[in-house]
């Protein structure tokens, strides 16, 4: 145990001196906050805007940027260290394959996850100051750990691709080309279903379908309280089939649990 947290403190430093850790805060923070204010501007107001109105404005934007971002921050976890001989190097020292990528995943999950509770969370204090509505603490802390849960996920997944190639610029591609194909094509793909299948599909075969996607869950997790009214596409389908939050928290919790032990069983039987 005392490796693993040994490797994760150099990772979480890494990253602050590296400056992912200001530079995705800050990101993360003007963005909520310009919609925080300006996201009632389309109906003509300017202003703070209703929590529900805030939650999926800033659901649309994390699910798109935070897999990104963890997908940049993991890609090259295993391979660019092979490639500059620092993985050998680390092995040899009393550390097992295991420790050392789990070691990896809580430094590099404790920066991502520290940006999403720093940046997203000033979209909280400026809704608490600025306006009387109810529920926002426990409202963002769904929000904020979802979305935690959401970009440990993709590190999970980075890692997959980390150790599934021998060069930096092939995992780089591939980084690129799986958050395209969660972020974008597969919510293209089940619309073109909705659309393509004669008799359409019901309301719990759209959300298992859903459950395939760690992005789709996470914004089901966000938008399931809402009123139709703010959800829109096979989202406003699929937010009424009867699954509770702890349910798709749980299916989150597995997109997280399952790819790295994946990447762990990979990383012991890699030949370095």
């Known amino acids: 145990m005392n490796q693993i947290f040994t490797v994760a403190n150099k990772e979480f430093h890494d990253g602050l001196r590296s400056r992912w850790l200001v530079s995705i ?69 009393p550390l097992s394959k295991s420790q050392l990528l789990l070691g990896k995943f809580i430094g590099q999950g404790g920066i991502i996850a520290l940006a999403t509770l720093l940046g997203f969370g000033t979209s909280a204090i400026l809704l608490a100051t600025q306006s009387n509505q109810e529920n926002i603490a426990s409202t963002f802390a769904l929000f904020i750990g979802s979305a935690i849960l959401l970009g440990l996920s993709f590190t999970a997944i980075a890692y997959i691709i980390s150790l599934a190639v021998n060069e930096k610029s092939k995992a780089a591609g591939l980084a690129l080309v799986t958050w395209f194909l969660f972020a974008l094509a597969f919510d293209l793909a089940l619309l073109a279903l909705l659309v393509g299948i004669d008799d359409g599909l019901s309301q719990q075969g759209l959300t298992q379908i859903m459950l395939l996607n760690p992005a789709d869950i996470f914004r089901l997790v966000n938008l399931t309280g809402l009123n139709n009214s703010e959800v829109s596409g096979a989202l406003a389908v699929a937010i009424n089939a009867g699954y509770s939050v702890t349910q798709l928290l749980l299916a989150l919790c597995a997109w997280v649990i399952v790819p790295l032990a994946l990447a762990i069983a990979l990383f012991k039987g890699k030949t370095l």
């Not at 800050?26 to 209703?50: C, D, E, R």
């Not at 934007?61 to 090259?76: E, H, Q």
């Open 25 to 93: 805060t800050l990101i993360f923070a003007i963005l909520s906050l310009g919609l925080t204010y300006f996201g009632s501007a389309a109906s003509g107001t300017i202003g703070v805007a209703s929590l529900a109105t805030t939650i999926a404005s800033l659901a649309s934007l994390a699910v798109f940027l935070i897999p990104l971002i963890a997908l940049l921050v993991s890609y090259d976890s295993f391979v660019g260290e092979q490639e500059s001989g620092t993985l050998l190097l680390l092995l040899t020292y």
